[in-house]
């Protein structure tokens, strides 16, 4: 999720402002690769705490006037030096509301967190009689803990109890104004730090690799890279932070050693921001009537397609073919899934499997059904290690992303969220459905998503700076859904499930079949072109070397739903009663189109692939289809908003496309 990060200096570290101030940035400009919507510290100085903060990356806070003249007040610092700082990724509350942003201040108490709390409406509710001021869940953690510090409790066992109460992911650093203590913890260990006491310093930030940098960098002379610490799962450190010094505790033997002997009361100051022109909200309209009507009329035609008689695929599928039983090339075709068997996963688990504690994987981890089962299944059943790993493009939903915290949570599972500048590729994803809108072509659509496609990239870099040997994934075989790239020229063989696995013809079909498109549509040559070929690049060129659960398992829907719904309290959307895709926002609206045009979504390719497995009659196939099908307009209504156009304007170009049947 976000990125957060600090660095406490006593005096006799003789580190000056200067070299703490290089320091600090560099911590920034490293944690914005977790977040880059929004960005704040909070400074501790003598008398006061000074933050500051606003909805823009943290590139953009560390060149502001107003960070250079906190530098210059932290320049007179006379006491230990003290800092937090954080780089957004936006879950909840949004961050044109700059009360939203990070750090967040409640009655004394000024925190960094890294996270999503996913009961914080129900905490609200329960303890009624704490104040809500702002929309972030951060604010009901501070909330709690400063009531239960008010019925005469002990930070620490405060923290604990906190964290009891809370569902989610949470790494949490804070100063109070009362009192002179600095606390940091954790639920699911995503959090370094490296703690010199003799020397009083310590420095913290939430992935290792970003320490690595800065001791190679900026502390090479106070620090060694052994002395990086993991704090780990429902761990926590408190620091004194009149004489640096601190001790580790435990969730389950929460114990403050530490005697705070120099209290103060410090006045808090929000540092004041030139008048800023943002975005408001929008809220989601009404529905036109007549896209109901018309989405009813199509219903009625597309349930006379013609259909494959053994899978429910339509005339309409490109390439298709029937013999004359009715039977579609597709599932002549077609080549059963080859399951290994757990026994062989197993082993290949034993051989990755590490005896100090430390990462022995890495879990690619979208927060969909089949990640976070697999992720599950990585951590309970193989008793692996996992660091769990994502690509946020801007298009994973909120419901995704408590998903994630859920998991990583409940698990006590690092997780690493590399965030690509979100801004930029919503402002590509709005470029090209512009133009695709111009002229609409089925065979262009995935263009929509090509921004998504350096998260293959971005894991085997990530395997690298980890020093991890094992990339587990969890692709489902059944979702393999030919058509997207069969739009675009490409004739598929059937020789491989995996969805990135393209002949080199094919992909050079692929490719021409884009080049073409461009050609006659002038309005793709934008700005998004650099990160649409580079996506193209990831999927299709780049290795894929990666242990897939379900080479060795077979993929049970009525299992996965069970186990994430019972155990993890895992979350559907509202508007469909599909686990599937939930938490990607561009499944919604290009399922529309395809749905108005061809009659047909990937759900139907997936119900098929399900009969040809034997998972499920046709007549089954054929309800759920119907079910998966049903248009979610909140959603698309989202994707709108999020990428920046009209949403009834679009869905009437969309209507007005000649459909296939």
Request: hydrophobic letters at 40%; a positive charge.
């Amino acid at each position: 999720m976000c990125g957060i990060f600090g660095l406490i200096v006593a005096p006799r570290a003789n580190l000056n402002m200067k070299r703490s101030r290089q320091t600090v940035d560099r911590l920034f400009v490293l944690s914005e690769s977790r977040g880059k919507e929004a960005a704040g510290l909070a400074f501790l100085g003598d008398e006061k705490i000074d933050i500051l903060k606003m909805p823009q990356p943290a590139s953009v806070l560390i060149k502001s006037k107003e960070y250079k003249n906190l530098w210059r007040v932290a320049e007179r610092q006379r006491d230990t030096f003290a800092l937090i700082g954080h780089a957004r990724l936006v879950t909840n509350g949004s961050q044109v509301f700059n009360k939203n942003n990070q750090p967040v201040i409640k009655e004394g108490l000024v925190a960094v967190h890294n996270g999503i709390v996913t009961n914080v409406e129900e905490l609200w509710l329960k303890f009624d009689q704490l104040k809500k001021e702002t929309g972030v869940d951060t604010e009901v953690i501070l909330a709690l803990i400063n009531k239960f510090l008010a019925e005469g409790e002990k930070t620490v066992d405060v923290l604990v109890k906190v964290y009891n109460l809370i569902e989610g992911m949470a790494s949490l650093a804070f100063f109070s104004a009362t009192e002179n203590k600095f606390f940091l913890s954790t639920n699911n260990g995503s959090l370094y730090y490296c703690y010199h006491q003799d020397r009083g310093i310590l420095v913290f930030a939430s992935e290792k690799y970003i320490l690595k940098k800065i001791i190679k960098k900026n502390l090479g002379d106070v620090f060694d890279l052994k002395d990086i610490k993991h704090l780990e799962s429902k761990t926590g450190l408190v620091i004194d932070l009149a004489r640096v010094e601190g001790n580790n505790f435990s969730f389950s033997s929460p114990e403050d050693k530490i005697v705070d002997g120099n209290r103060k009361r410090r006045n808090i100051n929000l540092v004041s921001l030139p008048e800023m022109v943002v975005a408001t909200e929008e809220q989601v309209g009404e529905v036109p009537a007549d896209f109901f009507s018309l989405v009813e009329e199509r219903q009625k035609e597309i349930q006379n397609l013609r259909r494959c008689t053994k899978c429910i695929l339509p005339e309409t599928f490109p390439f298709i073919e029937f013999d004359e039983d009715g039977i579609c090339n597709y599932c002549h075709n077609y080549q059963k899934i080859k399951i290994k068997g757990e026994e062989e996963l197993k082993i290949i688990a034993d051989k990755y499997r590490r005896s100090d504690g430390k990462a022995d994987c890495l879990m690619t981890f979208s927060g969909g059904r089949d990640s976070s089962f697999c992720l599950h299944y990585v951590k309970n059943v193989l008793k692996l290690n996992p660091v769990a790993y994502s690509y946020d493009w801007g298009m994973i939903t909120d419901l995704g992303r408590r998903n994630q915290a859920r998991m990583c949570g409940r698990l006590g599972v690092e997780h690493i969220l590399i965030s690509a500048d979100i801004r930029k590729k919503r402002e590509n994803i709005r470029k090209n459905v512009l133009a695709w809108l111009k002229k609409p072509d089925l065979g262009t659509v995935p263009l929509f998503m090509a921004g998504d496609k350096q998260y293959f990239y971005y894991a085997n870099k990530l395997k690298k700076l980890l020093k991890i040997d094992l990339i587990i994934i969890g692709t489902n075989f059944l979702e393999k859904t030919y058509f997207k790239a069969a739009f675009g020229g490409a004739k598929i063989k059937f020789k491989s499930q995996r969805p990135y696995s393209l002949s080199f013809i094919n992909k050079m079909r692929l490719g021409l079949y884009y080049l073409k498109s461009f050609i006659i549509n002038p309005a793709y040559f934008n700005s998004s072109l650099i990160d649409t070929f580079t996506g193209f690049l990831s999927f299709y060129f780049i290795s894929h070397k990666y242990l897939n659960i379900y080479d060795y398992l077979p993929w049970d829907e009525k299992e996965i739903e069970t186990v994430l719904k019972e155990k993890y309290n895992w979350e559907i959307s509202s508007d469909t009663k599909t686990t599937w895709r939930i938490g990607d926002g561009t499944a919604s609206f290009y399922n529309y189109i395809y749905y108005m045009v061809t009659g047909f979504t990937e759900n139907d390719t997936f119900r098929s692939n399900q009969i040809r497995e034997g998972n499920i009659t046709r007549e089954d196939a054929l309800r759920r289809s119907r079910e998966d099908n049903q248009i979610r307009w909140e959603s698309i209504q989202w994707y709108c908003q999020t990428v920046g156009i009209d949403f009834e304007k679009t869905i009437r170009t969309i209507n007005e496309i000649k459909k296939l049947y």
